[in-house]
């Protein structure tokens, strides 16, 4: 597609449940960040994918989260067991590896209550 | 550990008023500072890359500027559709993986 496309763009879920958040980067990008914005606060790195390679999960906040990326393109974003202090807006980028200019997607708002 | 901060945190502006906007960094080998800009309800939309101290960049009235600490963008001239959250993100040399962010200017600019 012609930009990063994430979905659902909005997701209201119940403390507790696990939740899925779909990523499909620019065609022909092989890097993928994930990140978590908070209301008012800036970006907060999740994990990183490029090409082949292990992820980079370092920024992940506890085992409830997890993400995979199936053939280098589509990403998944899991968080089990939800609770209220995920409720945040979860932003997808990708990349070219040679400029390394990450482009977003529109994010996916999620609630939890 | 890694660090960026923005200054102000809200600067609100009267249109055609000139101003700057302030990233401090402190990383262990530059790779790349970058300015975004976002929009209520939207992503992040990228503005600039700067590489090396001494380097500027412009697009319409925006201009980015690096030194070795911090970097600027100036804003020239103003205009209420330039209201937005500027962002700022720096990527170290040594781990090419995580843009580190600063919690971003959040700009209004009246007419």
């Known amino acids: 597609g012609a930009g990063v496309s994430q979905s659902p763009s909005n997701k209201v879920t119940e403390k507790g449940k696990d939740v899925e958040l779909r990523c499909d980067p620019i065609?022909?990008?092989?890097?993928l960040y994930w990140y978590r914005q908070s209301l008012g606060q800036g970006l907060e790195f999740l994990i990183y994918?490029?090409?082949?390679?292990?992820?980079?999960k370092s920024g992940l906040p506890s085992d409830r989260f997890s993400a995979e990326r199936t053939g280098g393109s589509v990403s998944t974003l899991t968080i089990q067991r939800t609770q209220q202090e995920d409720s945040a807006v979860y932003l997808c980028?990708?990349?070219?590896?040679?400029?390394?200019?990450?482009?977003f997607g529109q994010g996916t708002r999620l609630t939890v209550v | 550990e890694d660090q960026v901060t923005q200054s102000p945190e809200a600067l609100r502006l009267q249109e055609g008023e000139s101003s700057s906007l302030n990233c401090s960094y402190t990383?262990?080998?530059?790779?790349?500072l970058f300015w975004y800009r976002q929009d209520p309800g939207k992503g992040p939309e990228f503005l600039f890359t700067?590489?090396?101290a001494g380097e500027e960049k412009e697009k319409e009235r925006l201009k980015a500027t690096l030194t070795k600490k911090e970097s600027f963008l100036h804003i020239t001239a103003p205009k209420p559709e330039d209201s937005a959250t500027y962002l700022c993100?720096?990527?170290?040399?040594?781990?090419?993986?995580?843009?580190?962010f600063g919690a971003g200017t959040r700009l209004t600019v009246k007419p």
């Open positions: 993100a720096v990527q170290a040399r040594r781990n090419n993986n995580d843009m580190r």
């Open positions: 994918f490029q090409g082949n390679s292990a992820p980079d």
């Open positions: 065609s022909g990008h092989t890097a």
């Open positions: 700067l590489y090396s």
């Open positions: 980028a990708s990349s070219l590896v040679k400029d390394r200019v990450a482009f």
């Open positions: 990383v262990s080998g530059l790779r790349g």
